[in-house]
């Protein structure tokens, strides 16, 4: 069983519900070590300060906000401990809300609530009813020394917190917006609908795999083994497309052999 990051409890009115969080998600990436490729030595890195040229111990580095004319504000941990920070260790229910209301550009990290000890039939009590009513709950919580906007929702039996970044966070993408003068043809909407529709079924991650990781962990595993891999076929450079409607007509046909041939392969 995964061990908690961090233990709190969620104010929902006058009930208070004692929990646990765990992180939902794992990163699957393969780490690499920086080396010296003559000896396979690792890269190690001294923390020296740029002024008096000195290496730092760990234990006496502090915080500093640089301002724009280069002056540096020397935070101290007791600094920090003197913020307000008033959902140390509460989730605060602060709104419900319907879950589609809410962009998922918000969403920042997910992770899972557990009851703790006692908060066992409070939380049933909050996830059943936000299950009947379509509703999740917009909380404040502080999370590593940051207060953070989430979102509380029930998903198979269990509560899921998905943390939120503040509007401030958020970028305005309008730029890439293309402009109002290009325009398509109704029969190029009508082909690229028809290849929506090839490509349309439910969602199911399991059918998806990372290739990259694969080839790469294929790259490591042959280093070790000393057997280089073999040459792959160089992919033929895709021609400019020019006719919409033809290339979409193409991608719905390729599609459907795709699907046809994932299925004939599953019935096997």
Same mark, same amino acid.
Request: glycine share 6%; charged share 30%; aromatic share 8%.
């Given at each position: 069983?995964?061990?908690?990051?961090?233990?709190?409890?969620?104010?929902?009115?006058?009930? +208070? &519900?004692?929990?646990?969080?765990?992180?939902? +998600?794992?990163?699957?990436? &393969?780490?690499?070590?920086?080396?010296?490729?003559?000896?396979?030595?690792?890269?190690?890195?001294?923390? %020296?300060?740029?002024?008096?040229?000195?290496?730092?111990?760990?234990?006496?580095?502090?915080?500093? @906000?640089?301002? #724009?004319?280069?002056?540096?504000?020397?935070?101290?941990?007791?600094?920090?401990?003197?913020?307000?920070?008033?959902?140390?260790?509460?989730?605060?229910?602060?709104?419900?809300?319907?879950?589609?209301?809410?962009?998922?550009?918000?969403?920042?990290?997910? @992770?899972?609530?557990?009851?703790?000890?006692?908060?066992?039939?409070? @939380?049933?009590?909050?996830?059943?009813?936000?299950?009947?009513?379509?509703?999740?709950?917009?909380?404040?919580?502080?999370?590593?020394?940051?207060?953070?906007?989430?979102? &509380?929702?029930?998903?198979?039996?269990?509560?899921? /917190?998905?943390? /939120?970044?503040?509007?401030? *966070?958020?970028?305005?993408?309008?730029? #890439?917006?293309?402009?109002? +003068?290009?325009?398509?043809?109704?029969?190029?909407?009508? /082909?690229?609908?028809?290849?929506?529709?090839?490509?349309?079924?439910?969602?199911?991650?399991?059918?998806? +795999?990372? #290739? @990259?990781?694969?080839?790469?962990?294929?790259?490591?595993?042959?280093?070790?083994?000393? %057997?280089?891999?073999?040459?792959?076929?160089?992919?033929?450079?895709?021609?400019? %497309?020019?006719?919409?409607?033809?290339?979409?007509?193409?991608?719905? *046909?390729?599609?459907?052999?795709?699907?046809?041939?994932?299925?004939?392969?599953?019935?096997?």
């Amino acid at each position: 069983m995964p061990r908690s990051i961090w233990k709190g409890a969620i104010s929902f009115g006058l009930v +208070t &519900i004692p929990v646990k969080l765990f992180s939902a +998600t794992e990163e699957k990436d &393969i780490s690499f070590r920086q080396v010296h490729p003559k000896d396979g030595g690792r890269i190690k890195y001294r923390r %020296v300060c740029e002024v008096c040229g000195e290496e730092i111990p760990f234990a006496e580095i502090a915080k500093g @906000y640089e301002l #724009a004319d280069g002056r540096m504000v020397i935070l101290e941990k007791e600094d920090f401990d003197q913020l307000p920070l008033t959902t140390t260790k509460a989730v605060e229910v602060v709104q419900f809300v319907a879950e589609e209301d809410v962009d998922p550009t918000y969403f920042a990290k997910t @992770y899972f609530l557990q009851a703790d000890g006692p908060g066992t039939k409070p @939380y049933v009590l909050l996830r059943d009813a936000l299950v009947k009513t379509g509703q999740s709950a917009v909380v404040k919580v502080a999370l590593r020394s940051r207060e953070a906007l989430a979102l &509380i929702r029930p998903k198979d039996g269990v509560l899921l /917190m998905h943390t /939120m970044l503040w509007p401030d *966070e958020l970028r305005d993408g309008s730029f #890439a917006a293309p402009a109002d +003068t290009v325009t398509v043809s109704d029969a190029e909407v009508t /082909m690229a609908e028809s290849f929506i529709e090839a490509l349309s079924g439910d969602f199911r991650p399991e059918d998806f +795999t990372d #290739a @990259y990781r694969e080839a790469l962990e294929e790259l490591v595993e042959s280093k070790i083994s000393g %057997v280089e891999l073999p040459e792959e076929a160089e992919a033929p450079q895709e021609a400019e %497309v020019v006719d919409l409607v033809a290339a979409l007509r193409a991608s719905v *046909e390729a599609a459907k052999k795709r699907r046809e041939e994932a299925e004939q392969a599953k019935a096997i």
